[in-house]
């Protein structure tokens, strides 16, 4: 049946089993799962195995930018770039190290993790103004 | 506008410069600069450039948004012969109102089939007509599409801020009383300063008074010390009524400054007061996809749907359009000229025949990630039992964005409420989730609103625009960068084709802009055809 009623108590229950299976926000300090970060925050984008949409959105896997400096990787998270949104808000330090650390080692891709102190390094001098949260979106 | 001073020395007045105005641009611009001095005559800049005598020359439009509608309308009443192509297998582009049957398949996504009603819908994409947007006004008139008010504002709708901190943090306040409250203690506050003097540096002769009497005016002051004691517009706790009991009712209590402050919600007072955002707001009757069905019922049969264009090929004499139709079939058409409608998200993944500059332009513009999901419930609750019809449920979760009500069915059975509105990396975050996780996310937001919210919740349709094919992104993103250097290329033609659409205006993510930018191009189009 369609239109079945969605209990509550089921519909907390699924939230539940997301946040439950992925630890959503691990606290700082706290090994953050990369693995995890990717699929709740980029793939929707760059796709499940990191191939990325032709023209739309580049594929990750084999990308010759996001196994060079990390710096400028961290940078890019830190900042977004064309379409990509940015992500200071939304991740942490460590978080934004552990997704770039898996992102770098998944796939086929080959490059040196990312420490936390890179990250802080990337955002040194490039803290954008602050606009103030929008509540009503513009359209 | 003042007077302004030619090269050579002479006054330019605003007469010399309409007259120029009239000669380059013919009335339309005209009347639009004498609205823009100041004489106040806006109607005119909102119609469709003035054309006739196509003689049959052939145009082929891409894309059936409002925008190539707007323009296969336009040219084919003038005398073209249009051929339209379009990807999918209905008109609208992203006016399109998801309803019981409709399918999704986002890219990297499971199948999704609405399961509202019959007669339930969702405007996934665009859902608001500013007043001021004439143009979208001007074809709901001509093809007789009614309009209703959609309720931008709503001072009796809860605000559920949990990112604050205070007594009022994730606590559902009613806006009127934050907008009550706030405005009465600013005022209070800036009054007393007044009054003591601090800021007679400010006033011209007579002018404390005056703004005195504005503060208390404004903030609902006492008459006499200028105190905020609460008013009565923050709602009674007890309403009026009849008899002894109610009889007067029982007036509320202001919140303590303090905790209003530190709850943020006073974030929202703002949000509804942009131009864009203003009453008067109106949405068609029946859904957003109800304007491209008056453009069909107006057009002869020249739409071709499940036309997917692979390639856009010119020569000195034509420009030839490539595609793969529903079954599969490859074909081409010819024309004199070409108006692309199609988003350049997805136009930069097509091979084109243009200039390398066009070209790059093409891919110098990104475009917004945006989410949204539709909750059909089986009651309307919220007019219910909480006495809120239409506008919208402000929260700080940026994955939620907003929650807002129907503005249509009022004190009806059932009603489709949109349950998110993310942005960016929100938008990112919550289309990653699975059809039912976006659902149940939703629902759990509504649910610290609303105590009915999970219970009556029943068939749901959610998108993320920026992973639907063919569409690729939810409007144009320019930066000022782009803005100087590519934008101003794709609004010149590249040979025989023109772009058009929504990304080619100042009104990016409007359909207002999709049609004055299609009056544009097509003006310019008519002008050569015309030369030639």
């Known amino acids: 049946m369609p239109t079945r009623v969605i209990g509550f108590a089921a519909a907390l229950s699924v939230a539940l089993s997301v946040a439950g299976a992925c630890a959503a926000q691990p606290a700082k300090g706290k090994a953050a799962d990369g693995a995890m970060l990717f699929k709740q925050n980029c793939s929707a984008c760059h796709q499940a195995a990191g191939q990325g949409v032709p023209r739309a959105f580049p594929a990750l896997a084999g990308n010759t930018f996001v196994q060079g400096d990390p710096k400028a990787v961290a940078f890019v998270l830190l900042n977004g770039r064309g379409g990509m949104p940015n992500f200071r808000e939304d991740l942490s330090n460590e978080q934004i190290a552990a997704v770039l650390t898996y992102v770098r080692s998944a796939w086929g891709n080959r490059a040196a993790p990312v420490a936390v102190a890179t990250v802080v390094a990337a955002q040194r001098g490039t803290a954008g103004r602050q606009d103030a949260p929008s509540v009503l979106p513009y359209h | 506008m003042p007077m302004s001073t030619n090269p050579d020395g002479s006054a330019f007045s605003r007469r010399m410069f309409l007259e120029r105005l009239g000669g380059v641009?013919?009335?339309?611009?005209?009347?639009?600069?004498?609205?823009?001095?100041?004489?106040?005559?806006?109607?005119?800049?909102?119609?469709?450039?003035?054309?006739?005598?196509?003689?049959?020359?052939?145009?082929?439009?891409?894309?059936?948004?409002?925008?190539?509608?707007?323009?296969?309308?336009?040219?084919?009443?003038?005398g073209y012969d249009v051929t339209v192509l379009e990807a999918r297998d209905r008109v609208g582009?992203?006016?399109?109102?998801?309803?019981?049957?409709?399918?999704?398949?986002?890219?990297?996504?499971?199948?999704?089939?609405?399961?509202?009603?019959?007669?339930?819908?969702?405007?996934?994409?665009?859902?608001?007509?500013?007043?001021?947007?004439?143009?979208?006004?001007?074809?709901?008139?001509?093809?007789?599409?009614?309009?209703?008010?959609?309720?931008?504002?709503?001072?009796?709708?809860?605000?559920?801020?949990?990112?604050?901190?205070?007594?009022?943090?994730?606590?559902?306040?009613?806006?009127?009383?934050?907008?009550?409250?706030?405005?009465?203690?600013?005022?209070?506050?800036?009054?007393?300063?007044?009054?003591?003097?601090?800021?007679?540096?400010?006033?011209?002769?007579?002018?404390?008074?005056?703004?005195?009497?504005?503060?208390?005016?404004?903030?609902?002051?006492?008459?006499?010390?200028?105190?905020?004691?609460?008013?009565?517009?923050?709602?009674?706790?007890?309403?009026?009524?009849?008899?002894?009991?109610?009889?007067?009712?029982?007036?509320?209590?202001?919140?303590?400054?303090?905790?209003?402050?530190?709850s943020q919600t006073w974030r929202t007072l703002r949000s509804v007061s942009s131009l864009d955002q203003q009453r008067t707001m109106f949405e068609p009757v029946g859904g957003m996809d109800q304007l491209p069905a008056g453009?069909?019922?107006?057009?002869?049969?020249?739409?071709?749907?499940?036309?997917?264009?692979?390639?856009?090929?010119?020569?000195?004499?034509?420009?030839?359009?490539?595609?793969?139709?529903?079954?599969?079939?490859?074909?081409?058409?010819?024309?004199?000229?070409?108006?692309?409608?199609?988003?350049?998200?997805?136009?930069?993944?097509?091979?084109?025949?243009?200039?390398?500059?066009?070209?790059?332009?093409?891919?110098?513009?990104?475009?917004?990630?945006?989410?949204?999901?539709?909750?059909?419930?089986?009651?309307r609750f919220w007019e219910d039992d909480h006495h809120i019809y239409g506008g919208h449920i402000y929260v700080d979760?940026?994955?939620?964005?907003?929650?807002?009500?129907?503005?249509?069915?009022?004190?009806?059975?059932?009603?489709?409420?949109?349950?998110?509105?993310?942005?960016?990396?929100?938008?990112?975050?919550?289309?990653?989730?699975?059809?039912?996780?976006?659902?149940?996310?939703?629902?759990?937001?509504?649910?610290?609103?609303?105590?009915?919210?999970?219970?009556?919740?029943?068939?749901?349709?959610?998108?993320?625009?920026?992973?639907?094919?063919?569409?690729?992104?939810?409007?144009?993103?320019?930066?000022e960068e782009g803005r100087a250097k590519y934008y101003p290329t794709l609004l010149e033609p590249d040979g025989r084709l023109y772009l058009a659409g929504e990304h080619l205006s100042y009104l990016t993510g409007w359909q207002e802009g999709g049609i004055e930018s299609a009056w544009q191009q097509i003006g310019k189009l008519h002008q050569r055809a015309q030369a030639a």
């Open chain 2, 25 to 78: 641009g013919g009335t339309a611009l005209l009347m639009a600069g004498m609205s823009a001095l100041g004489f106040g005559i806006e109607s005119a800049a909102a119609a469709p450039p003035a054309m006739s005598g196509g003689k049959g020359k052939k145009v082929i439009v891409l894309g059936t948004g409002v925008a190539g509608l707007t323009s296969a309308y336009e040219l084919a009443s003038a």
């Open chain 2, 93 to 262: 582009g992203r006016s399109f109102s998801a309803r019981k049957g409709a399918t999704l398949t986002e890219i990297g996504g499971e199948t999704q089939v609405c399961d509202f009603d019959d007669g339930s819908y969702i405007n996934a994409g665009p859902w608001r007509i500013p007043y001021f947007h004439r143009g979208y006004l001007h074809y709901a008139k001509k093809f007789h599409v009614p309009v209703e008010l959609l309720n931008n504002d709503n001072d009796h709708s809860y605000i559920n801020f949990e990112k604050g901190t205070g007594p009022l943090a994730g606590k559902a306040v009613r806006k009127q009383e934050v907008a009550a409250d706030m405005r009465g203690y600013a005022t209070e506050m800036l009054a007393k300063q007044v009054r003591q003097g601090a800021l007679d540096a400010q006033f011209g002769a007579g002018d404390k008074e005056l703004f005195l009497d504005y503060l208390r005016s404004e903030g609902y002051l006492t008459k006499n010390d200028f105190k905020y004691i609460g008013a009565e517009g923050r709602g009674p706790l007890i309403n009026p009524g009849a008899g002894l009991d109610p009889g007067p009712g029982k007036e509320s209590q202001p919140y303590p400054l303090s905790d209003l402050l530190k």
């Open chain 2, 295 to 379: 453009f069909m019922r107006n057009m002869p049969p020249i739409v071709k749907l499940q036309h997917v264009v692979e390639k856009i090929s010119q020569s000195p004499g034509k420009i030839e359009v490539f595609y793969t139709d529903g079954a599969g079939q490859k074909g081409s058409v010819s024309a004199d000229y070409c108006v692309c409608t199609i988003p350049l998200s997805v136009l930069r993944g097509i091979d084109l025949e243009v200039s390398p500059k066009f070209k790059e332009a093409i891919g110098g513009v990104s475009y917004a990630l945006v989410g949204k999901i539709g909750l059909q419930m089986k009651r």
């Open chain 2, 397 to 479: 979760d940026p994955m939620i964005g907003t929650i807002s009500l129907p503005s249509t069915g009022w004190l009806g059975d059932k009603g489709v409420i949109l349950g998110f509105y993310p942005h960016g990396a929100a938008a990112a975050k919550i289309s990653a989730m699975s059809l039912a996780e976006r659902k149940a996310y939703a629902i759990a937001a509504g649910q610290k609103v609303f105590p009915q919210y999970a219970d009556n919740a029943e068939g749901s349709f959610s998108i993320a625009w920026h992973r639907v094919p063919h569409n690729m992104g939810g409007w144009a993103q320019w930066t």
